[in-house]
């Protein structure tokens, strides 16, 4: 099936540094990507879609200066934690919307800010 | 508007019998409704789909859902529970919103198997 390749797996930073994570769609274009944030027993927050070429739509309540999406090309989004503290530690995944397989999602990124 | 509730945040249940994770949604438009399900640390990993089709849908290891618009429902099920079943299930509706499907989660079940 369709996949999305998320990198890193794992993180862990400093307070105060910035930490970028990068979505790929493998043997597809992704127009759209989806990226989530999960916290621990809870289900996937929207926190904003990226569009090719475009800005991204941030969902009411993401800091958009602090939470930076780019999505340069149609296999590639990027999620960038600026200045991360301790509260921004939790696991983010991203999805693809595919024609066939529905919504694709990345392994997700654990983030640990110390 | 849309919404999904997973109207039961554990079920727990022994290896070798069914299981039953249910799931209600609401939505103003003929949805398409997903199953996810999600390892410890892991991304998510579809089950099955509906998307207006036979509205018994099979997906992968064993697992059904059908779908009842009268009871605007899309409970999974499996015969048997098997231990490697156990994880977290997501039911996700979709909707669109400026040319875009956006999916909306639900809570999530934790389902937990015996042996």
Same mark, same amino acid.
């Given at each position: 099936?369709?996949?999305?390749?998320?990198?890193?797996?794992?993180?862990?930073?400093?307070?105060?540094?910035?930490?970028?994570?990068?979505?790929?769609?493998?043997?597809?274009?992704?127009?759209?990507?989806?990226?989530?944030?999960?916290?621990?027993?809870?289900?996937?927050?929207?926190?904003?879609?990226?569009?090719?070429?475009?800005?991204?739509?941030?969902?009411?309540?993401? !800091?958009?200066?602090? @939470?930076? $999406?780019?999505? +340069?090309?149609?296999?590639?989004?990027?999620? /960038?934690?600026? #200045?991360?503290?301790? !509260?921004?530690?939790? @696991?983010? $995944?991203?999805? +693809?919307?595919?024609?066939?397989?529905?919504? /694709?999602?990345? #392994?997700?990124?654990?983030?640990?800010?110390? | 508007?849309?919404?999904?509730?997973?109207?039961?945040?554990?079920?727990?249940?022994?290896?070798?019998?069914?299981?039953?994770?249910?799931?209600?949604?609401?939505?103003?438009?003929?949805?398409?409704?997903?199953?996810?399900?999600?390892?410890?640390?892991?991304?998510?990993?579809?089950?099955?789909?509906?998307?207006?089709?036979?509205?018994?849908?099979?997906?992968?290891?064993?697992?059904?859902?059908?779908?009842?618009?009268?009871?605007?429902?899309?409970?999974?099920?499996?015969?048997?529970?098997?231990?490697?079943?156990?994880?977290?299930?997501?039911?996700?509706?979709?909707?669109?919103?400026?040319?875009?499907?956006?999916?909306?989660?639900?809570?999530?079940?934790?389902?937990?198997?015996?042996?």
């Amino acid at each position: 099936g369709a996949v999305v390749s998320q990198h890193p797996s794992r993180v862990i930073c400093k307070s105060g540094t910035s930490v970028k994570i990068e979505c790929r769609s493998l043997d597809f274009q992704a127009t759209t990507m989806f990226w989530y944030r999960q916290f621990p027993k809870k289900s996937l927050m929207l926190m904003a879609t990226s569009n090719e070429g475009s800005k991204a739509t941030y969902e009411q309540g993401v !800091e958009k200066d602090k @939470f930076l $999406i780019n999505h +340069a090309s149609l296999t590639l989004s990027t999620l /960038t934690v600026t #200045s991360a503290h301790p !509260e921004d530690s939790s @696991f983010y $995944i991203c999805s +693809a919307p595919h024609h066939r397989d529905g919504y /694709t999602f990345g #392994s997700g990124t654990r983030l640990t800010v110390v | 508007a849309q919404s999904v509730t997973q109207l039961d945040s554990h079920v727990s249940v022994s290896e070798g019998t069914p299981v039953l994770l249910r799931c209600n949604y609401s939505s103003s438009y003929s949805p398409s409704l997903f199953w996810y399900v999600q390892h410890p640390n892991k991304g998510l990993q579809l089950l099955l789909k509906y998307t207006s089709a036979a509205t018994l849908v099979k997906g992968i290891n064993g697992f059904e859902a059908e779908f009842k618009k009268s009871e605007t429902s899309f409970h999974l099920t499996k015969p048997s529970a098997h231990m490697s079943d156990a994880a977290e299930y997501f039911c996700v509706v979709t909707h669109a919103s400026g040319g875009s499907y956006i999916p909306t989660f639900g809570r999530g079940t934790s389902l937990i198997v015996h042996p």
